[in-house]
């Protein structure tokens, strides 16, 4: 199971409401009309477009509108770190006023300010208020008053934090979603309390996982990490057996249990008699899929049958932003299962067999419905508030709901997915972006020599069948030595010492065990000028050869440096 990503909705909660379609009813379900706008209380400003509002986005601008009511002057968008600045050449060369300096990271302080830092950017001064922290990086804008050092929050400033973090103990900004988790508590914050994602189930933050139960007896499908009624005896994968009548109470229609004649283990069916009688007196999907009654043969019978599902209602129970606003989008129904009945099996035009069935709802087509017009303030503060740096779509996968079939519904964790990916991999699939960039899947021959996007193809299949997003980029560095979208950072490196990309700059070390997304370096060395960090082999994971003695005599290893990164001549 991949890491994944997204907020829990069940078939109840989902009400992914349907409109007519090629076989559906033709009447919508009770208390829709399609384009209610009424999304409830919100925090939004303004009267919906946006011409009210005042924004500040500041760690996740994408243009300078978005910082145009942020303080201290920092107005203009750096577009590469998605950050707000004040001063300097990226901000135009705009100045600071009077009294003023502008400091390296863009940010106008008094000209007694300053922030000394280690090898690393970590500021070394001391701190009596936040205006002393003034001068250091973005994540150390911040004084603790406790141990008088700049960090990255407090529990009353959270200024420098994405709108999707938290506040750790330690002063450091982190995602409520993390986009993988090692236990339970790195999702405590995860979800809302009406659709919790907090359990850390295979390493992402989910509804449930085999150390933290479903409530009301529910089974917990630990592949996906979400909750749902037992069907059957569980026992037979892709099929709903079962050996007395009670086994079939939680499916979907077909609630009766058929035995063999001569006894022994049976299957979950449905109790009509035809298959004419599927969507009237028998429903085997969950409302609104119910809706479609469309018989098959083959995969081909199911083209064009589809549903309207309201992504502003999935969005608003998810995050429980009321603000957000109803929007429809078109969901395909192309798979054909086959439904058991009492005497005999049906095909039927379902949305899916398999998580591959299933198509993530990218945000960007209903944005304006949901959100308001398209490059208004409004939009940018809620799809800020919704999604923060992350992708902005809703990651589905296939939730079964018996036998061999099931519906798409999102992951408990809206900000990843959760879906299993597999299927055929095209050999010569396409290579139009960067392993660093998120697009379109690329194919295993992309980037050769390099043997990269291949060994991610095999361990996340996801990558090069569906799309290339964000957890591929992640999968770079867990599963490619020669590679990495994280450099001169210890995310995803073993215990050791490594050399900064500008190897004039020395080298650092990291203590992690090679799984952690924490990118802190242990400790630093600096190279004198003249001199360079070397490896022992090609590539940004290469360790660095290391001091085996130290003393002023000794070239390149200084006394206090043996054990850490050598420096060389070039």
């Given at each position: 199971?991949?890491?994944?990503?997204?907020?829990?909705?069940?078939?109840?909660?989902?009400?992914?409401?349907?409109?007519?379609?090629?076989?559906?009813?033709?009447?919508?379900?009770?208390?829709?009309?399609?384009?209610?706008?009424?999304?409830?209380?919100?925090?939004?400003?303004?009267?919906?477009?946006?011409?009210?509002?005042?924004?500040?986005?500041?760690?996740?601008?994408?243009?300078?509108?978005?910082?145009?009511?942020?303080?201290?002057?920092?107005?203009?968008?750096?577009?590469?770190?998605?950050?707000?600045?004040?001063?300097?050449?990226?901000?135009?060369?705009?100045?600071?006023?009077?009294?003023?300096?502008?400091?390296?990271?863009?940010?106008?302080?008094?000209?007694?300010?300053?922030?000394?830092?280690?090898?690393?950017?970590?500021?070394?001064?001391?701190?009596?208020?936040?205006?002393?922290?003034?001068?250091?990086?973005?994540?150390?804008?911040?004084?603790?008053?406790?141990?008088?050092?700049?960090?990255?929050?407090?529990?009353?400033?959270?200024?420098?934090?994405?709108?999707?973090?938290?506040?750790?103990?330690?002063?450091?900004?982190?995602?409520?979603?993390?986009?993988?988790?090692?236990?339970?508590?790195?999702?405590?914050?995860?979800?809302?309390?009406?659709?919790?994602?907090?359990?850390?189930?295979?390493?992402?933050?989910?509804?449930?996982?085999?150390?933290?139960?479903?409530?009301?007896?529910?089974?917990?499908?630990?592949?996906?990490?979400?909750?749902?009624?037992?069907?059957?005896?569980?026992?037979?994968?892709?099929?709903?057996?079962?050996?007395?009548?009670?086994?079939?109470?939680?499916?979907?229609?077909?609630?009766?249990?058929?035995?063999?004649v001569n006894g022994g283990e049976g299957v979950?069916?449905?109790?009509?008699?035809?298959?004419?009688?599927?969507?009237?007196?028998?429903?085997?999907?969950?409302?609104?899929?119910?809706?479609?009654?469309?018989?098959?043969?083959?995969?081909?019978?199911?083209?064009?049958?589809?549903?309207?599902?309201?992504?502003?209602?999935?969005?608003?129970d998810a995050t429980g932003l009321g603000v957000?606003?109803?929007?429809?989008?078109?969901?395909?129904?192309?798979?054909?299962?086959?439904?058991?009945?009492?005497?005999?099996?049906?095909?039927?035009?379902?949305?899916?067999?398999?998580?591959?069935?299933?198509?993530?709802?990218?945000?960007?087509?209903?944005?304006?419905?949901?959100?308001?017009?398209?490059?208004?303030?409004?939009?940018?503060?809620?799809?800020?508030?919704?999604?923060?740096?992350?992708?902005?779509?809703?990651?589905?996968?296939?939730?079964?709901?018996?036998?061999?079939?099931?519906?798409?519904?999102?992951?408990?964790?809206?900000?990843?997915?959760?879906?299993?990916?597999?299927?055929?991999?095209?050999?010569?699939?396409?290579?139009?972006?960067?392993?660093?960039?998120?697009?379109?899947?690329?194919?295993?021959?992309?980037?050769?020599?390099?043997?990269?996007?291949?060994?991610?193809?095999?361990?996340?299949?996801?990558?090069?069948?569906?799309?290339?997003?964000?957890?591929?980029?992640?999968d770079v560095d867990l599963y490619c030595e020669?590679?990495?979208?994280?450099?001169?950072?210890?995310?995803?490196?073993?215990?050791?010492?490594?050399?900064?990309?500008?190897?004039?700059?020395?080298?650092?070390?990291?203590?992690?065990?090679?799984?952690?997304?924490?990118?802190?370096?242990?400790?630093?060395?600096?190279?004198?000028?003249?001199?360079?960090?070397?490896?022992?082999?090609?590539?940004?994971?290469?360790?660095?050869?290391?001091?085996?003695?130290?003393?002023?005599?000794?070239?390149?290893?200084?006394?206090?440096?043996?054990?850490?990164?050598?420096?060389?001549?070039?």
């Amino acid at each position: 199971m991949n890491a994944a990503r997204f907020l829990t909705v069940t078939f109840a909660g989902l009400a992914l409401l349907v409109t007519a379609a090629p076989g559906c009813s033709e009447d919508p379900p009770s208390g829709f009309n399609g384009r209610n706008r009424d999304g409830g209380d919100g925090t939004s400003g303004g009267d919906g477009d946006g011409s009210n509002d005042t924004i500040c986005l500041l760690n996740n601008c994408d243009r300078d509108r978005d910082c145009q009511d942020c303080g201290e002057g920092q107005t203009v968008c750096l577009q590469s770190e998605h950050r707000c600045i004040a001063c300097g050449p990226e901000a135009g060369n705009k100045a600071c006023g009077n009294g003023q300096k502008c400091t390296k990271y863009g940010n106008c302080v008094g000209n007694g300010v300053s922030c000394d830092e280690d090898a690393n950017g970590v500021p070394t001064i001391t701190c009596k208020n936040t205006a002393d922290c003034g001068a250091c990086g973005p994540k150390f804008r911040v004084c603790d008053e406790a141990t008088n050092k700049c960090v990255g929050c407090s529990p009353t400033n959270t200024t420098n934090c994405q709108s999707t973090d938290v506040c750790k103990t330690d002063g450091t900004c982190v995602p409520k979603c993390p986009a993988e988790c090692k236990d339970d508590a790195d999702c405590g914050e995860c979800g809302t309390d009406a659709k919790p994602a907090r359990a850390c189930n295979n390493h992402v933050c989910a509804e449930c996982s085999s150390t933290k139960p479903c409530a009301n007896g529910d089974k917990c499908d630990l592949q996906h990490g979400t909750c749902v009624k037992q069907c059957g005896l569980g026992t037979r994968p892709g099929t709903s057996n079962c050996t007395v009548e009670g086994n079939c109470a939680g499916c979907t229609g077909t609630t009766d249990c058929k035995l063999p004649v001569n006894g022994g283990e049976g299957v979950c069916v449905g109790p009509a008699v035809g298959c004419e009688d599927l969507g009237k007196g028998t429903i085997v999907l969950p409302d609104p899929f119910s809706r479609v009654t469309q018989t098959c043969s083959t995969d081909a019978n199911c083209a064009g049958q589809s549903i309207d599902i309201n992504v502003g209602k999935i969005l608003r129970d998810a995050t429980g932003l009321g603000v957000i606003k109803d929007g429809n989008i078109n969901y395909t129904l192309n798979a054909c299962a086959n439904v058991e009945l009492f005497d005999k099996s049906c095909g039927l035009c379902v949305p899916c067999k398999e998580d591959t069935d299933c198509t993530d709802i990218s945000i960007d087509q209903v944005a304006g419905d949901i959100f308001g017009p398209i490059g208004s303030i409004a939009s940018a503060i809620l799809l800020d508030k919704a999604f923060g740096p992350n992708d902005r779509k809703i990651h589905m996968y296939c939730q079964n709901v018996a036998g061999s079939y099931g519906i798409c519904a999102p992951c408990s964790n809206i900000l990843s997915r959760c879906a299993e990916v597999s299927g055929p991999i095209e050999d010569n699939g396409k290579c139009d972006h960067d392993i660093c960039e998120v697009g379109g899947p690329l194919g295993p021959r992309c980037g050769l020599p390099s043997k990269c996007v291949e060994n991610v193809c095999k361990k996340d299949p996801y990558c090069c069948t569906k799309e290339w997003d964000l957890q591929c980029k992640t999968d770079v560095d867990l599963y490619c030595e020669d590679k990495t979208c994280t450099p001169d950072g210890c995310a995803y490196r073993k215990e050791g010492w490594y050399c900064f990309t500008d190897k004039t700059k020395g080298g650092y070390k990291c203590t992690g065990d090679g799984t952690s997304s924490e990118t802190a370096i242990a400790e630093g060395s600096q190279c004198p000028t003249g001199s360079v960090c070397k490896t022992e082999g090609e590539g940004p994971k290469a360790p660095a050869i290391l001091c085996t003695t130290d003393g002023e005599s000794v070239p390149g290893c200084p006394t206090g440096s043996k054990g850490k990164s050598k420096c060389s001549p070039p």
